[in-house]
């Protein structure tokens, strides 16, 4: 047999066993997780020590994850939110690292408590699906809505600003 042939004929098992474990989560994992919720109701304390004696044996890797989860969630709302274009809707800055999301009509309009910022507040987009009434801020202009109620890009056009 060909080495190369051997490759494909492997990438296609694996492909297929994949895909049958797919299948039996499909049928199977409501039970699975039902299942998983009553062992750790039974035992909490067991199961904290174990989780604890992972996190303390692979911080580093939980860690890593972590901020690679919390990166990919922010992303994943900007994206959502600035229509593909990861650009600040007020003045156009474009720099990632600059952009927020913002609350159009605040966060009491929201429903959810003041606190609810960063993590928790993209985690809880995605969990809704991207509701409506978010948008995406560059910080300044985000401070300046949270501070003045507008932006001073909304509040003066472009031609009537002095030239320093």
């Given at each position: 047999m060909v080495p190369m042939e051997f490759e494909?004929?492997?990438?296609?098992?694996?492909a297929a066993k994949r895909a049958a474990g797919r299948a039996w989560w499909v049928d199977n994992g409501d039970q699975t997780r039902a299942a998983r919720r009553a062992q750790h109701a039974e035992n909490p304390e067991t199961n904290r020590r174990r989780g604890r004696a992972y996190y303390a044996a692979n911080r580093s890797?939980?860690?890593?994850?972590?901020?690679a989860r919390h990166a990919a969630d922010r992303l994943r709302c900007l994206h959502h939110y600035s229509d593909g274009t990861m650009k600040c809707c007020c003045c156009g800055e474009g720099t990632e690292q600059f952009l927020t999301i913002d609350h159009i009509d605040g966060k009491r309009a929201m429903g959810h408590s003041r606190s609810m910022n960063g993590t928790p507040l993209r985690r809880w987009l995605?969990?809704?699906?991207?509701?409506?009434g978010f948008q995406v801020l560059c910080y300044n202009c985000n401070c300046a809505k949270g501070?003045?109620?507008?932006?001073?890009?909304?509040?003066?056009?472009?031609?009537d600003r002095e030239e320093p």
């Open positions: 494909k004929q492997q990438i296609a098992r694996r890797n939980v860690l890593a994850k972590g901020r995605i969990k809704n699906e991207f509701p409506q501070f003045y109620g507008q932006c001073p890009h909304q509040s003066t056009s472009t031609t």
